[in-house]
């Protein structure tokens, strides 16, 4: 439900006359409610008093509900923007809480565990731009991509609350604690894996906004169906370089692991104003190589965070950690969207060259 808006964001310009830098607004407006979700969800230790498949089933069906709001012909910018914040509300009892659920069932490997997680996360993400793709080659309405995506997203969580009760390693709080959310900060571990994950957002999830913009830079002359589809495979690789990163911290750790991911992902950035020259082949290669390296440590940094939070406050360990990211993004996602129509350069997305810096010093620092 993530990105549902944004592949079909052309449609919902034409269909509802809304300006062309609505873009960063919709995605601006998830962002914002599932920070306020998170804020909530860790301030009360809901995942952590509560059956976390329950809180997850809920949130899954009430994000669907509101995600399919956005076909009403009434809608206006600010309608739609408020069912985009609902919706993002409703993901921060997905995400974070999913994150919880396999951290109730794996002691060991938890990098492993949580880069299949972040892969399913990926793909959910990335396919609304297939679903675009398929749509404008079937001619189905845009309308349609909406419905899929809500039913996935149900069934999801059907699937959560039928099949995978609560972990053999959960360990209910048996209160609400306000101050766990600051106090966990004590721990300098916790502290710099939480600041590294925070380098990490910053990039992430204003590439992925812009994926179909960097992709219709290099293809401006081809058709729509070619866009959606190279932002549908941009975006997806990043789910096998989660598994592969996964698999690679069980030998080399999750901090060097993470650590590396970010520092390519960085070069990305910077290689990308001069490789975007250059042919389509090479352009296309970088990208893809950036959407893998850009994720690749997502499940590593959360790993870390759980594994230096108190047991029976993990799951608000991770929550605060992700709202923390998320709260990142706005900006990072805003500031680009900005320069973007600032300046007809390529040299406006080495803002994001930021947040890797950050994360990467972060991390180094702790040692």
Request: include cysteine; charge should be neutral.
């Amino acid at each position: 439900m993530w990105f549902a808006s944004n592949a079909v964001l052309t449609d919902l310009i034409s269909q509802f006359q809304l300006d062309e830098g609505s873009l960063g607004f919709m995605t601006n407006a998830v962002q914002f409610g599932f920070i306020i979700g998170t804020l909530a969800l860790s301030i009360l230790s809901i995942a952590d008093r509560f059956s976390p498949s329950k809180v997850f089933f809920t949130s899954a069906v009430l994000g669907a509900l509101l995600n399919l709001c956005i076909i009403l012909e009434s809608n206006s910018l600010a309608t739609l923007l408020c069912f985009r914040f609902g919706v993002g509300v409703c993901l921060a009892g997905i995400y974070p809480v999913g994150m919880k659920i396999a951290s109730d069932y794996f002691e060991k490997g938890l990098g492993k565990s949580l880069s299949y997680l972040v892969a399913a996360l990926v793909l959910g993400t990335a396919f609304p731009h297939f679903l675009k793709s398929v749509s404008g080659s079937l001619v189905i309405d845009w309308q349609i991509v909406i419905y899929i995506t809500s039913l996935i997203a149900v069934l999801g969580g059907f699937l959560i609350y039928t099949l995978v009760p609560d972990g053999p390693y959960r360990k209910p709080a048996s209160r609400i604690d306000f101050t766990k959310s600051i106090t966990i900060f004590k721990d300098k571990n916790f502290r710099a894996y939480t600041f590294g994950y925070v380098g990490h957002m910053w990039e992430l999830y204003a590439f992925w906004t812009f994926v179909p913009v960097l992709v219709s830079a290099k293809l401006s002359d081809h058709s729509s169906i070619n866009i959606s589809s190279w932002s549908f495979g941009i975006i997806a690789i990043g789910s096998i370089a989660c598994v592969i990163g996964g698999h690679l911290s069980l030998k080399y750790g999750n901090q060097k692991v993470a650590t590396i991911s970010l520092i390519i992902s960085a070069a990305c950035c910077l290689a990308f104003p001069f490789i975007i020259n250059g042919g389509e082949i090479l352009t296309l290669t970088l990208l893809m190589i950036w959407g893998m390296t850009v994720i690749a440590d997502s499940p590593l940094f959360s790993a870390l965070v759980a594994q230096h939070a108190p047991q029976e406050f993990r799951g608000t360990a991770l929550t605060v950690a992700t709202c923390l990211g998320f709260s990142i993004t706005i900006i990072s996602i805003q500031l680009l969207s900005y320069l973007s129509h600032q300046y007809d350069s390529n040299y406006v997305y080495w803002v994001l060259f930021i947040g890797p810096v950050f994360g990467v010093n972060s991390v180094l620092r702790r040692n």
